[in-house]
Nanobody, 122 residues
Framework: QMTLAESGGGSVQPGGSLRLSCVASGGTLGNYVVGWFRQAPGKEREWVAFLTWTGGTARYADSVQGRFTVDRENSENTAFLSANRLKPEDTAVYYC???????????????WGQGTQVTVSS
């Protein structure tokens, strides 16, 4: 069973940046699409971005397009989410997850990390 572990969250001021990592164990990350999701208090889990198996294609939610970037290093079983020009509305717990196909639907993702908190506040 694959295990995912996120790290890199924290508290930043508006306009700041964070780089989140997602390390996989117990499986080969390169066999999966990596998705990033977030969940703010009182809200549903929201798709943020995904990156295909070899990193050839990335898609982003409109709310983060142009500010967030996803990449992956399959040789290290690790994926990344670089979040730039952060806004208070980006505050949430961020999760990485894996899926065998391209999807924005969290229900289709097989394995999830435990999440990492991102707080954007002045």
């Amino acid at each position: 069973q694959m295990t995912l572990a996120e790290s890199g969250g924290g508290s930043v001021q508006p306009g700041g940046s964070l780089r989140l990592s997602c390390v996989a164990s117990g499986g080969t990350l390169g066999n999966y699409v990596v998705g990033w999701f977030r969940q703010a208090p009182g809200k549903e889990r929201e798709w943020v971005a995904f990156l295909t198996w070899t990193g050839g294609t990335a898609r982003y939610a409109d709310s983060v397009q142009g500010r967030f970037t996803v990449d992956r290093e399959n040789s290290e079983n690790t994926a990344f989410l670089s979040a730039n020009r952060l806004k208070p509305e980006d505050t949430a717990v961020y999760y990485c997850a894996v899926c065998i196909r391209v999807s924005r639907d969290p229900a289709e993702y097989q394995y999830w990390g435990q999440g990492t908190q991102v707080t954007v506040s002045s």
